[in-house]
C-alpha cells in the first residue's frame, strides 16, 4: 500500500505541493497550493499513484473509469489500463458535464469516477450525474487528494491517496497579505499588485 508519506513525497518531488501566497478560485487566500497537474509530467510517478488508486478497487468490478476533463483523464487512462476497463471523460457543454466524442455507458456498466482533487467536490458530482443519466453503476470514486477533509462523499465509497486541508483565509484577515508578501493567482503565474 502507498503510504501517505510517499505520497507526499511524490508531490513535493514533482512541485505539486507548493508553498507561497495564493489567490484561490474561491478569493480566498492561501500559504499552500496544490497543482496535481505537475505530477502528471511524470508517467512513473502517475503509474504509481494510479497503481494504488486501482489496488483500492481490485475487488470491485469495474467495466469503466469515467473523469471529467481535464485533470481526470490521464488518471482516467492509467487506472482503467490497470484494472482492464474502457476509459472515457466528460466534458463541459452548455454549462453541463456530458459525454460527448460519441462515448457511450451502457446500461448496468459498473463505473469507477476518477479525478485529481476534490475540494467541493462539483466535478465529480457532475460526472457521476452524468454516468447516471446514462444509466452506468457507479461504484465509487477514487482521487489522489481529498482537500474536503471528508465533508465531501460524492459517492457511496471514495478513496483517496492524501487527504489534507489547505488553510485559506479572507482577504481581509489574511496573514501573509499583513506581511506585505506578493500574491500568486495559480495558473497564471502572475503576481497580483495586493
Known amino acids: ?3 501517505k508519506q510517499r505520497t507526499l513525497q511524490i508531490f513535493k518531488e514533482t512541485g ?3 508553498e507561497g501566497h495564493f489567490l484561490l478560485t474561491s478569493g480566498r487566500h492561501s500559504k499552500e497550493y496544490m497543482q496535481c497537474a505537475k505530477v ?3 508517467p512513473h510517478f502517475t503509474e504509481e499513484l494510479c497503481r494504488e488508486l486501482a489496488v483500492r478497487y481490485k475487488d470491485t468490478k ?3 473509469v469515467a473523469a471529467p476533463a481535464i485533470g481526470g483523464i490521464l488518471i482516467a487512462y492509467e487506472v482503467a489500463k490497470i484494472l482492464k476497463a474502457k476509459v472515457i471523460f466528460a466534458e463541459r457543454e452548455n454549462g453541463k458535464m456530458t459525454f460527448r466524442r460519441g462515448f457511450r455507458i451502457n446500461e ?4 469507477l469516477v476518477v479525478e485529481d482533487v476534490i475540494t467541493t467536490g462539483g466535478s465529480v458530482l457532475e460526472v ?3 454516468v447516471k443519466e446514462k444509466n452506468g453503476l457507479v461504484q465509487g470514486v477514487g ?5 474536503s477533509n471528508g465533508r465531501v462523499k460524492p459517492a457511496p465509497r471514495i478513496e483517496a491517496l492524501l487527504q489534507m486541508e489547505i488553510e485559506s483565509y479572507h482577504p481581509d484577515q489574511c496573514p501573509l497579505c499583513a506581511q506585505g508578501l ?3 493567482k495559480p495558473g497564471s503565474k502572475k503576481t497580483l499588485g495586493y
Do not use: H
Open 1 to 3: 500500500m502507498l503510504s
Open 16 to 18: 505539486v505541493l507548493q
Open 40 to 42: 502528471l509530467q511524470y
Open 62 to 64: 469495474i467495466d469503466l
Open 108 to 111: 448496468g456498466e459498473r463505473v
Open 128 to 130: 457521476i450525474e452524468a
Open 143 to 147: 482521487v489522489f487528494v481529498d482537500r
Open 182 to 184: 506578493p500574491i500568486i
